[in-house]
C-alpha cells in the first residue's frame, strides 16, 4: 500500500472514498482533517472541535481545495452530475445578473 504522508496523497484518499467531498470543498476539508489530522481535534460526543492553537496544524481548506482543482484539471475526481448541473443554473443566473444594468 501507497504511503500516505503528503497532503496531495491524504486529498486523493479522501477523494476516492467519500464521493460526497468531490463537490464541497468543507466536506473535503473536514474528511482530511478527521482522516489524518484527528489528533488536532478535539470531540464531545458526535461532534469535532478545534482549538485556536491547533488551527495552526492543520491544511487550510484553501490549500485543500487547490489541491481538488488540480485534480479536476485532469478531468479526476469530478463532482457528480447533480452537483455540476446545480452549479451550472447559478452560474447562469450570476451571468444574468451582472449583464444587467
Not at 482549538?51 to 463532482?79: A, C, G, H, Q, T
Request: proline letters at 2%; aromatic letters at 12%.
Amino acid at each position: 500500500m501507497q504511503k500516505i504522508n503528503t497532503l496531495k496523497s491524504k486529498v486523493e484518499y479522501c477523494l476516492q472514498k467519500y464521493e460526497s467531498t468531490r463537490g464541497c470543498d468543507k466536506n473535503l476539508t473536514n474528511a482530511v482533517w478527521v482522516e489524518f489530522y484527528n489528533k488536532h481535534l478535539n470531540r464531545k460526543e458526535k461532534e469535532y472541535y478545534i482549538k485556536l492553537k491547533e488551527v495552526y496544524y492543520l491544511p487550510s481548506l484553501d490549500s485543500i481545495s487547490r489541491i481538488r482543482r488540480k485534480f479536476n484539471e485532469k478531468n479526476m475526481y469530478l463532482p457528480n452530475n447533480e452537483v455540476l448541473a446545480k452549479r451550472g443554473r447559478q452560474e447562469e443566473k450570476w451571468k444574468n445578473w451582472s449583464n444587467c444594468g
